[in-house]
């Protein structure tokens, strides 16, 4: 038998072997098409995820426990519970981007073959470049699991929608398209009610281009739309209801459950204007301050103030007439909105090809397609959730459906390739020159990164300054919410999986109500950050140099609602990176249970230097040989000669320019700079505050 089939492999003429004579030509076209599109901008792009995404695999990877976790924040149940066993079985793959970036690639296949096997070449080119082009740079670089749920359900309602056209009777291939549809719906099930709003136009398309076929396969169709829709609402809401369960069996998620409602309401764009209703704030004790540091800061993390009840009233104080003034200021904002926006530009595209495929028909699919993808808009905008990575997938699903509908072209003769061509090169003039900032800098946050060699190694450094603060094990840090996308985004790529553990002493000022956050917060005895912040040798603040407002209004949010005399002392300095001890009176270091050393050991250079106006200006360097340079704490004490009084001020602690080549464990981060105004004789004394010991230096 075996050398029977070597003989017939041997006599066949592989020349004559006719590749579109294949079954699944069509389906290796879309493969190979989406196979190109995905090397070349995983080649010329970096792909980054926003910031969701990033504190999504940071709780499933066990970044912030140690422990690898069956919940995230958005996605459903069942696709954390698949990420964690996959991750536990294969922890060096970063399986939360993975298994999407296979679903994004599957969902373009999908949509690719459909356009390929409606049309000639010349009829699907346009339509697979355009949407391929926009897509795979939106999906593939500026990533978020919010397109990618986007995607898929458009993907799975284009299957069913060809397949409701095209066959008599539901089939098993109805599963394609419901498969689709249901994996959008694990990744992000919000998105369901969003696309269905569009792929409503083509219900109204289909009532009236088909009214007169036989009314027996016309109602029978009907049928099936609303039957497919209604049935995959109720499995969104069945798999919604299993989120709830499974969270109800962890006391900890259940919590975040009941308590993220009311801020989800507010953290966008529900918050009231302060300056349009400030008599209202006063009635509820909210200050502009704490306005501010919702709204512009997104301090969200201090649920001793910002409880439900209060952010209930906040979104009460807009209550009466709020739908029809947000209807009336969508409107007003519409224009100015898209025309910064991508999508817009593939969804011109789509009308062009429309107008340019000569339709005489065209009002009967732009105008119920435009219409459903206004109706979209307006339904986000009241809802607070007009945001590029939601909006986008609209805009997206609008013109996939504009270039469906064009194909097969109905008057070809009309139609010229020349023409098209020019104008859609136009096109791409026009949105390169509009978005050339963005598409320079290679990532989901555009020109706040940098280009694309430069980015490389600023995650490297990125990552080399966040190990200093993940291997301080005595301290807690606060990081600015804005702050988070200067530092912790800009550290693990999406083929990175962050170590477990890693940011154990690390919480954002954004973050939802996680039980991870609380666990950190026990394991320094910590109950509310901002309550506890001022003179605690425990609990830091973080801003970076492209965020300087958050420190001044944190301080001012903290002296409004815990300690009125509080300020702030810079006290580490790591590139941009800023790190803040907040203080009320004076500073009395607490050095219970520490050894007092002489400076034998110390290793240091300090100058002093007086000004005319009696300011004393100290720096210079001082560190242990094999002790961590940057987790010391570094005093200057100025003792009065006369009554022997001695104040404490903090230093500015920085890299040592001298010792670049070394590590912190030999003086790398030992420099350190002071300043003070006295008018007496004084002595002034260098304290190194290591873990169990404290160094004098006398100067």
Not at 233 to 259: I, P
Not at 389 to 402: K, N
Not at 433 to 442: A, C, I, T
Not at 614 to 635: F, L, P, R, T, W
Request: hydrophobic share 40%; proline share 2%; aromatic share 18%.
């Amino acid at each position: 038998m075996r050398n029977k089939l070597l003989k017939y492999i041997n006599n066949m003429d592989f020349r004559r072997l006719d590749i579109n004579s294949l079954k699944y030509t069509n389906f290796i076209k879309a493969i190979e098409i989406n196979i190109c599109f995905l090397i070349f901008f995983l080649f010329v792009f970096e792909p980054t995820p926003k910031q969701d995404d990033y504190d999504q695999a940071m709780v499933l990877y066990g970044g912030f426990t140690g422990k690898y976790s069956p919940y995230s924040q958005y996605t459903n149940y069942i696709f954390s519970k698949s990420v964690q066993t996959l991750i536990q079985i294969f922890p060096k793959i970063s399986w939360y981007y993975v298994i999407q970036y296979i679903i994004i690639f599957a969902s373009l296949t999908a949509i690719t073959f459909i356009f390929v096997k409606k049309g000639t070449m010349k009829e699907w080119l346009i339509p697979v470049f355009s949407f391929m082009s926009f897509c795979s740079y939106e999906l593939y670089v500026r990533f978020t699991f919010t397109k990618v749920a986007g995607i898929s359900i458009i993907a799975g309602f284009l299957i069913l929608l060809y397949l409701i056209e095209t066959q008599k009777k539901i089939s098993f291939r109805y599963i394609t398209g419901i498969t689709f549809v249901f994996l959008g719906v694990l990744v992000r099930g919000a998105m369901y009610n969003l696309i269905v709003e569009v792929f409503f136009s083509a219900f109204i398309i289909y009532m009236i281009r088909e009214r007169k076929e036989n009314r027996r396969i016309y109602i029978s169709k009907l049928f099936i739309f609303i039957l497919i829709v209604g049935s995959m609402y109720c499995c969104n809401r069945g798999l919604n209801l299993l989120n709830v369960q499974m969270r109800s069996k962890d006391a900890a998620w259940e919590s975040y459950t009941e308590k993220n409602g009311a801020r989800v309401a507010l953290q966008d764009y529900g918050v009231p204007e302060y300056s349009k209703h400030e008599k209202e704030y006063s009635a509820i004790n909210v200050t502009e301050n704490d306005y501010n540091a919702w709204k512009k800061e997104a301090i969200y993390t201090d649920y001793d103030f910002f409880t439900p009840d209060l952010l209930q009233k906040i979104k009460e104080i807009e209550s009466e007439k709020k739908a029809m003034n947000a209807v009336k200021n969508a409107f007003k904002g519409m224009l100015q909105y898209y025309l910064s926006d991508t999508g817009i530009f593939l969804f011109l595209s789509a009308i062009m090809f429309l107008l340019f495929a000569g339709f005489n028909c065209f009002n009967l699919y732009f105008l119920p397609i435009g219409g459903c993808c206004l109706f979209a808009y307006i339904y986000m905008y009241c809802m607070g959730r007009l945001q590029h990575h939601v909006d986008v997938t609209v805009l997206i699903a609008g013109a996939i459906l504009l270039f469906y509908y064009c194909i097969p072209i109905q008057k070809a003769e009309m139609f010229s390739l020349k023409q098209c061509c020019l104008s859609l090169g136009i096109l791409i003039i026009i949105f390169v020159g509009v978005n050339f900032e963005g598409l320079s800098h290679s990532s989901y946050y555009g020109m706040s990164y940098g280009s694309g060699k430069s980015q490389r190694e600023e995650y490297e450094k990125n990552k080399e300054n966040l190990e200093l603060i993940s291997e301080d094990t005595e301290h807690l840090y606060l990081v600015g919410a804005y702050s988070t996308t200067y530092i912790c985004n800009r550290e693990w790529t999406i083929f990175d999986v962050v170590k477990p553990g890693y940011y154990h002493n690390i919480i954002s000022s954004n973050l939802y109500y996680l039980p991870h956050v609380h666990e950190r917060m026990a394991n320094y005895n910590v109950n509310n950050m901002y309550k506890e912040m001022v003179n605690s040798d425990t609990l830091y603040a973080v801003s970076v140099d492209e965020n300087p407002t958050f420190i001044d209004i944190l301080c001012t949010y903290i002296s409004e609602h815990y300690k009125k005399d509080v300020y702030y002392t810079k006290v580490k300095e790591v590139d941009n990176i800023n790190i803040y001890r907040f203080t009320s009176g004076d500073i009395r270091p607490s050095w219970k249970g520490k050894k007092m050393e002489d400076s034998s050991d110390v290793i240091s250079d300090v100058n002093i230097t007086k000004t005319e106006d009696n300011k004393y200006i100290v720096e210079g360097y001082a560190y242990i040989d094999g002790i961590d340079s940057y987790a010391q704490n570094i005093y200057i004490g100025v003792e009065d000669m006369y009554t022997g009084m001695e104040s404490y001020f903090y230093a500015l602690q920085s890299e040592n320019d001298l010792f670049l080549t070394k590590d912190k464990y030999h003086g790398r981060y030992s420099s350190f700079y002071g300043e003070f105004f006295h008018y007496e004789d004084i002595q002034v004394n260098i304290y190194v505050e290591t873990e169990d010991s404290v160094y004098q230096l006398k100067i």
